[in-house]
């Protein structure tokens, strides 16, 4: 145990999550801190992560956390209120009956629907608390398995954001897991007995995502930097790469114009 009775997160969790934190300048002085708490490993190892932070920060800051529960009311809180005293965060807990609602809507993409609502409820909790920042638990993993998701359905290579401004609702949303893989979160949330709860989604496990992670996990069996490669991609996205319908000219063939995107063959 160290930071004052919360549990010691391993050096490499720390510095993960320190430079995601830094170099993404997540925190400022005064914010005051709302964690999205689903019960899943990301989210617990998240609040872990920002309590123990918070007291050895030099930025001044509060943290609170709420939990949006999907069943309307019915869901057991009682762990992760024990787990949120533990360290000293306040839990609010916030009843929507979201199942019901997909299975009155039959929506064709319903975690798509949920992660949206569940959201838009966590952002109302925020400004009701007089929040600044509304942090979530999204992994490495997850940012890179939502590239694939938007390059293979939209054709667009993008993913979130590890902070962003919402001018609509005024509050900053970051991720201070993004450059952690989430098999490291799941051997942090195992080693210190986090009181993980079961998810009590219907569709948890037969998802486009659950899909894409598999092809990501096929991919990384013969290359196991893939993940990074990609994240590497995000952050170096070369105008020069990109096929405008005009001619470039590449250096490294002595000047010769190359057609980024000929309508010879239309």
């Not at 997160?9 to 430079?19: A, E, F, M, P, V």
């Not at 920060?57 to 069943?71: K, W």
């Not at 993993?141 to 401004?165: H, I, Y």
Request: one cysteine or more.
């Amino acid at each position: 145990m160290s930071d004052r009775g919360i549990p010691r997160i391993s050096l490499t969790l720390r510095k993960k999550t320190g430079t995601a934190l830094r170099r993404f300048s997540m925190i400022q002085p005064d914010d005051s801190v709302l964690i999205g708490l689903s019960g899943g490993k990301d989210s617990l190892v998240l609040a872990l992560v920002l309590a123990a932070y918070q007291r050895r920060s030099p930025v001044p800051f509060s943290l609170a956390a709420a939990f949006v529960d999907i069943t309307g009311g019915s869901a057991d809180t009682a762990p992760l209120q024990a787990f949120c005293d533990s360290l000293g965060i306040p839990f609010f807990v916030r009843p929507y009956p979201i199942l019901s609602i997909l299975a009155e809507r039959e929506e064709r993409s319903p975690c798509s629907f949920c992660a949206n609502l569940r959201r838009g409820i966590l952002n109302d909790e925020a400004r009701e608390r007089g929040c600044t920042t509304l942090a979530l638990g999204h992994t490495l993993d997850d940012a890179v398995e939502t590239v694939l998701m938007n390059l293979f359905r939209a054709g667009q290579f993008k993913s979130f954001q590890p902070k962003v401004w919402q001018s609509r609702t005024e509050i900053t949303v970051i991720r201070p897991l993004i450059l952690a893989e989430g098999r490291l979160v799941a051997k942090e949330a195992a080693r210190l007995s986090l009181p993980v709860g079961e998810n009590p989604c219907p569709f948890s496990g037969n998802t486009e995502r659950k899909r894409t992670a598999d092809i990501i996990s096929t991919l990384c069996a013969e290359n196991p930097a893939i993940k990074y490669n990609i994240i590497h991609a995000l952050e170096c996205l070369d105008e020069r790469n990109r096929w405008t319908g005009t001619p470039s000219f590449d250096s490294s063939e002595q000047g010769e114009m190359i057609w980024e995107k000929s309508t010879e063959s239309l």
